[in-house]
Nanobody
Framework: QVQLVESGGGLVQAGGSLRLSCAVSGRTFSTYTMGWFRQAPGKERELISARNWSSGRIYYADSVKGRFTVSRDNAKNTVYLQMNSLKPEDTAVYYC???????????????WGQGTQVTVSS
């Protein structure tokens, strides 16, 4: 069993930065694909970034490419989402998730965190 706990959300002005953290417990995340999703009010949950360090595969949605970066700290068993040049349209609840078999299919993510709110003011 894998537990995921996000943190680092908050209120930031447009153009600012935030770093989200996803603490992983239960198993090492080295064998998992770690994904970051977000869901804005009235919209479907969307995948914005995913990375599998074993295979080297990485995905960024066009909406965040060049602004967001996913990384990890093995010693802390934590995955990060660095978000720069934030825009009001980035406002959403952000979730980290883990998958054993897929990079980009949300239905194949097995484990989910509880989410953290990110609000970007204009």
């Amino acid at each position: 069993q894998v537990q995921l706990v996000e943190s680092g959300g908050g209120l930031v002005q447009a153009g600012g930065s935030l770093r989200l953290s996803c603490a992983v417990s239960g198993r090492t995340f080295s064998t998992y694909t770690m994904g970051w999703f977000r869901q804005a009010p009235g919209k479907e949950r969307e995948l914005i970034s995913a990375r599998n360090w074993s295979s080297g595969r990485i995905y960024y949605a066009d909406s965040v490419k060049g602004r967001f970066t996913v990384s990890r700290d093995n010693a802390k068993n934590t995955v990060y989402l660095q978000m720069n040049s934030l825009k009001p349209e980035d406002t959403a609840v952000y979730y980290c998730a883990a998958s054993t078999i897929s990079l980009t299919n949300p239905r194949l993510y097995n484990y989910w965190g509880q989410g953290t709110q990110v609000t970007v003011s204009s």
